[in-house]
């Protein structure tokens, strides 16, 4: 095997072993992504992809009978792309969630699809060239691979089934709880007034549950519930945050941040805080209630 396809071959594996696991650490959100393209069985599938691809990075890192696996992750790079192609010209998804947690590595429609093109002629090259690939793998590397792919089956069964469900989880004790703002990491989003009350809404534009939510967000300053709603969220791509403008056209303020800066503050969406009197009173984690619901339950915390 000439040394330039090792290197290739392994440069390949290393991009599909961190897609898949930032797509392991965040699967319900992935699976959601799935379920976009109008076939919500899809989103089963979620955690089969991920698997895949991370067995496919693995062998292609090891150079594992090379010629069969470089074949393989072809055609695997090859459905996708045409799947999300099909997706962003017929469901306007511009979202591929190829990176899953490692949300900077998700680039714009054109740079993914060029991306794959790149990986696609990479693989085609790497099977052209390869004419034996019978190299043996040795127990130090196959202990590496079980591991990496126990790891990476056990988080993705605890994000995609810890998260598959659209229940509300309303937090009124923890690490945030009865503090100022000043004193946590929301400081850098806030400067509450010491007589008003605010619902601090963190969101991703390509988010289901966040989708869910606006609605309801809507409420909040209309019904009297809080004084300020404030919603925060960060941009990877443009015409993303364009489309969730249009449908949902919030009449509420929107901050948008550095995905490292609010990753500081949460990496799971929609997550909301309530603030009164510049104390954080409550977390409120996935779908939020509608204005009677949230008003009552302000009411016993209050």
């Known amino acids: 095997m000439n040394k330039p396809v090792q290197i290739l071959s392994s440069l390949v594996g290393v991009v599909f072993l961190v897609s898949g696991i930032g797509k392991s650490i965040v699967a319900y959100e992935f699976s959601q992504i799935l379920a976009q393209y109008g076939f919500d069985a899809l989103a089963f599938f979620a955690p089969l992809l991920i698997m895949v691809e991370v067995a496919l990075g693995l062998l292609l890192f090891f150079c594992f009978r090379l010629r069969q696996i470089s074949l393989l992750a072809l055609c695997f790079v090859a459905v996708l792309s045409a799947g999300y192609c099909y997706g962003y010209f017929f469901k306007n998804i511009t979202d591929c969630g190829c990176f899953g947690y490692f949300s900077l590595l998700n680039l714009s429609p054109f740079f993914t699809g060029l991306r794959n093109i790149i990986l696609i002629g990479i693989l085609l090259y790497v099977f052209i060239k390869t004419k034996h690939s019978y190299k043996t793998v040795g127990k130090s590397e196959i202990i590496i691979m079980a591991a990496i792919l126990c790891a990476v089956c056990f988080t993705t069964g605890y994000t995609y089934t810890g998260q598959n469900n659209n229940d509300t989880h309303y937090i009124t004790k923890g690490r945030?709880?009865?503090?100022?703002?000043?004193?946590?990491?929301?400081?850098?989003?806030?400067?509450?007034?010491?007589?008003?009350?605010?619902?601090?809404?963190?969101?991703?534009?390509?988010?289901?549950?966040?989708?869910?939510?606006?609605?309801?967000?809507?409420?909040?300053?209309?019904?009297?519930?809080?004084?300020?709603?404030?919603?925060?969220?960060?941009?990877?791509?443009?015409?993303?945050?364009?489309?969730?403008?249009?449908?949902?056209?919030?009449?509420?303020?929107?901050?948008?941040?550095?995905?490292?800066?609010?990753?500081?503050?949460?990496?799971?969406?929609?997550?909301?805080?309530?603030?009164?009197?510049?104390?954080?009173?409550?977390?409120?984690?996935?779908?939020?209630?509608?204005?009677?619901?949230?008003?009552?339950?302000?009411?016993?915390?209050?």
């Not at 009449?251 to 948008?256: A, G, P, S």
């Not at 997550?271 to 977390?283: D, R, T």
């Open 176 to 302: 945030h709880i009865n503090k100022t703002v000043h004193d946590t990491v929301l400081g850098e989003f806030l400067n509450p007034a010491k007589d008003s009350s605010y619902l601090v809404f963190a969101f991703s534009y390509s988010c289901p549950h966040c989708f869910n939510s606006i609605e309801n967000l809507k409420q909040y300053e209309r019904q009297g519930v809080v004084d300020k709603v404030l919603a925060i969220s960060f941009v990877i791509d443009t015409s993303g945050m364009e489309r969730f403008k249009e449908i949902f056209q919030p009449d509420f303020t929107i901050v948008n941040y550095p995905p490292k800066q609010l990753f500081r503050l949460t990496n799971r969406f929609p997550v909301s805080y309530y603030i009164k009197n510049g104390i954080i009173k409550m977390e409120i984690r996935g779908l939020l209630p509608c204005a009677v619901l949230l008003r009552q339950l302000l009411v016993k915390i209050d």
